[in-house]
């Protein structure tokens, strides 16, 4: 459990015998998935209408690590240092807090720390938060 973060798998049951006659692959990883359990598309294949906000109130970060710390400090319930660190974000201009709904693009993931890259409409700059945040629109 790197960094305090938690890591939860779906699993879904399959009733006996129902996978003898499916197609072998290679073992592979399942697509990452945003909230409602759409899949991330990789940057390199955008989706056209963006994404959107799934959450109310969503921190973002420019850099990675800051955006990694705050959720260092939420998940250790320090309320008053995660307010700090949030409001020192934002007074510097390098967090923002997104709105549910609003409007973001795709610009990079990390996959395996459960993070995306996203652009507000409207705003030249991209910010990190949870991959968990966003939808497809």
Same mark, same amino acid.
Request: some cysteine; overall charge positive.
């Given at each position: 459990?790197? =960094?305090? #973060?938690? !890591?939860?798998? /779906?699993?879904?049951?399959?009733?006996?015998?129902?996978?003898? *006659?499916?197609?072998?692959?290679?073992?592979? &990883?399942?697509?990452?998935?945003?909230?409602?359990?759409?899949?991330? /598309? +990789?940057?390199? #294949?955008?989706?056209? *209408?963006?994404?959107? !906000?799934?959450? =109310? %109130?969503?921190?973002?970060?420019? &850099?990675?690590?800051?955006?990694? #710390?705050?959720? +260092?400090?939420? +998940? /250790?319930?320090? %309320?008053?240092?995660? =307010?700090?660190?949030?409001? $020192?974000?934002?007074? %510097? $201009?390098?967090?923002? !807090?997104?709105? /549910? $709904?609003?409007?973001?693009?795709?610009?990079?993931?990390?996959?395996?720390?459960?993070?995306? #890259?996203? &652009?507000?409409?409207? =705003?030249?700059? $991209?910010?990190?938060?949870?991959?968990? *945040?966003?939808?497809?629109?």
């Amino acid at each position: 459990m790197p =960094n305090g #973060k938690i !890591i939860t798998l /779906q699993i879904s049951e399959c009733p006996a015998g129902a996978l003898e *006659n499916a197609p072998k692959q290679s073992p592979s &990883r399942p697509p990452p998935t945003a909230a409602g359990g759409a899949p991330i /598309q +990789s940057p390199a #294949k955008p989706s056209a *209408n963006g994404y959107e !906000i799934a959450r =109310n %109130s969503v921190a973002a970060c420019s &850099r990675r690590e800051q955006y990694e #710390k705050l959720t +260092s400090l939420a +998940s /250790q319930d320090d %309320s008053e240092a995660f =307010n700090r660190a949030l409001v $020192g974000g934002a007074s %510097s $201009g390098s967090c923002l !807090i997104l709105s /549910q $709904g609003a409007i973001v693009f795709l610009e990079d993931t990390a996959i395996f720390a459960g993070l995306v #890259k996203v &652009r507000p409409r409207g =705003n030249p700059d $991209g910010y990190w938060t949870a991959a968990e *945040n966003i939808r497809p629109r």
